[in-house]
C-alpha cells in the first residue's frame, strides 16, 4: 500500500481560505492518478479534483474556480488550495492514488490517507 498523509485541515470562516497538503511516496505521482475527496457524515465520499501524471487537472462544478489543486514534485506533496469557502465544504477531506484514468470516483482508487477536518462556518 501507498502510503499518504494529509494535514492543513482547520476551524475557519466563511470566506476564508485553507490550504490541504498531501505528502507521498516519491514514486507515486509519475504512474499514479492522484485526487482529493471528501465525506460528510451519512454521505458518501464526493471527488474533488483529480491530477494526472502530466498535471492535468479536473475539479468538481461546486468547487470549480475557489479551489485549486497542485503539486511541488520536490516536496513529494500535493496541495489542495481552498478560496471563499463556503459551510458546505466542511468535510473531512482525504487524498487517494490509483490508476488511470483519473475519475473522481472513489472505487477506482485503492491507496488513502487518514484525511483531514475541514469545518466552515
Known amino acids: 500500500d501507498v502510503q499518504l498523509v494529509e494535514s492543513g485541515g482547520n476551524s475557519v470562516q466563511a470566506g476564508g481560505s485553507l490550504r490541504l497538503s498531501c505528502a507521498f511516496p516519491?514514486?507515486?505521482?509519475?504512474?499514479?492518478?492522484m485526487a482529493w475527496f471528501r465525506q460528510v457524515p451519512g454521505k458518501e465520499r464526493e471527488g474533488v479534483a483529480t491530477?494526472?501524471?502530466?498535471?492535468?487537472?479536473r475539479y468538481a462544478d461546486s468547487v470549480k474556480g475557489r479551489f485549486t489543486f497542485s503539486r511541488d514534485n520536490a516536496k513529494n506533496t500535493l496541495y489542495l488550495q481552498m478560496n471563499s469557502l463556503e459551510p458546505e465544504d466542511t468535510a473531512m477531506y482525504y487524498c487517494?492514488?490509483?490508476?488511470?484514468?483519473?475519475?473522481?470516483?472513489?472505487?477506482?482508487?485503492?491507496?488513502w490517507g487518514q484525511g483531514t477536518q475541514v469545518t466552515v462556518s
Open positions: 487517494a492514488a490509483g490508476d488511470p484514468p483519473c475519475m473522481r470516483v472513489p472505487g477506482t482508487y485503492k491507496n
Open positions: 516519491s514514486f507515486v505521482y509519475s504512474w499514479h492518478c
Open positions: 491530477i494526472d501524471r502530466n498535471g492535468n487537472t
